[in-house]
């Protein structure tokens, strides 16, 4: 494990003036854990919600979490009926010395069990920025691409999010002719469960566990950085506060994850895909996290644009294809989440540093 920090001001920190966390905008709606016999019954929605707040009933359909903020597990799951989730506490970090914090380390440093992509993963947080988002920002990188892209890591990194780039199981060819194997083989690549026989992840080496494992060692080795504030009680990632975003064939998972738990948001680069040679099923599922907080990003010389905008269609990303890089666009681009780049390629899409507008209305910048 390598931690490496750089202190100064952020170029757009006013003054360094951080704040000392600012609390989030709460879980989504509906999603409370509510009596402590909600259970999750569908999905990955965990256990019970033993200390769920806002919930009126418990969850149905998979939904339930601790705290009341993870209530999305059941593909229609949504938690109790009247129950609004939310943060359990306010993010608390230390900005006494203001620096730039970059953690590195491998899976298998934190799990013995870890047998497949290996690669050292990348955890930063600035403390230099003026305020902080409340949110981790988790980072898939392209087929076969060390964990990143690390471009988008510092990118989040900088605008107050917690950042951290996940090694996943990204090697294999996704381009199948079963419109099932494209969602099963992501989803395997996320729970570490076993739903086909393209791939095989175990539970060491899935996205989840890997994840929760992470900001566990994070909240040990770095606790001025608060990384505890993304962890149910019980030591699972809290998914209302954590957004997926990727580029290619990270930016299909992030949003296939983005169907079985409830996040705050993902944002896709250069994808989703998954439309070629036949479509999957996932992509025309009922989502956990609403579409309203699902992006998509294309360029439009992208030999994959007419897949992503078949992507786009099926999943019901709201608005119509706006071009974010012509004269007299601007954010919000008309409320819309279809986004594209009329001079932009594959690797295009994936570089917010080139186009900072865009990827910034995405994340939910500016904070509010």
């Known amino acids: 494990m390598r931690i490496t920090a750089w202190i100064g001001c952020a170029w757009w920190a006013l003054g360094c003036v951080a704040c000392g966390g600012s609390s989030s905008d709460g879980g989504p709606p509906g999603a409370g854990g509510g009596a402590a016999t909600g259970t999750a019954t569908t999905g990955t929605g965990g256990a019970a919600a033993t200390s769920g707040v806002g919930g009126s009933a418990g969850g149905a359909n998979g939904a339930g979490g601790a705290n009341g903020a993870n209530g999305a597990g059941g593909a229609n799951g949504a938690g109790g009926a009247d129950g609004a989730g939310g943060a359990p506490r306010e993010l608390h970090v230390d900005t006494s010395s203001p620096e730039l914090s970059e953690i590195r380390f491998k899976p298998s440093e934190l799990d013995p069990e870890v047998s497949d992509r ?9 403390t230099r920025v003026a305020r902080f988002a409340g949110k981790l920002v988790v980072t898939l990188s392209g087929s076969s691409q060390p964990p990143g892209p690390l471009d988008l890591t510092r990118f989040v990194a ?22 099932d194997t494209f969602g099963d083989a992501r989803l395997e690549a996320f729970d570490g469960q076993d739903h086909t026989a393209l791939i095989e992840v175990t539970r060491a080496d899935s996205i989840e566990a890997r994840l929760a494992k992470a900001l566990a060692h994070l909240k040990e080795v770095h606790p001025r950085g608060d990384w505890g504030y993304f962890l ?6 809290r998914w209302s506060v954590i957004i997926f975003s990727g580029h290619s064939h990270g930016a299909s998972s992030a949003a296939r994850i983005g169907k079985v738990v409830w996040l705050d948001r993902v944002v896709s680069l250069a994808g989703p895909r998954d439309t070629n040679p036949v479509s999957a099923t996932w992509l025309s599922e009922p989502s956990a996290t609403p ?46 989440h279809r986004l594209a780049l009329k001079d932009g390629d594959h690797g295009a899409a994936g570089n917010c540093g080139a186009h900072v507008a865009v990827c910034e209305a995405m994340f939910g910048l500016p904070l509010p």
């Open 118 to 126: 290996d690669l050292e993963q990348v955890a930063l947080l600035d």
């Open 158 to 179: 900088a605008r107050g999010f917690h950042a951290f780039a996940v090694a996943y199981k990204n090697d294999y060819n996704i381009v199948q002719n079963d419109p």
């Open 291 to 336: 579409v309203d907080r699902m992006f998509g990003l294309t360029g439009e010389r992208d030999e994959q644009h007419p897949d992503h905008l078949k992507a786009f269609d099926l999943i019901g990303l709201p608005g119509e294809l706006v071009e974010v890089d012509v004269p007299g666009a601007a954010p919000p681009y008309g409320g819309s």
């Open 232 to 237: 149910e009680d019980d030591g699972s990632p």
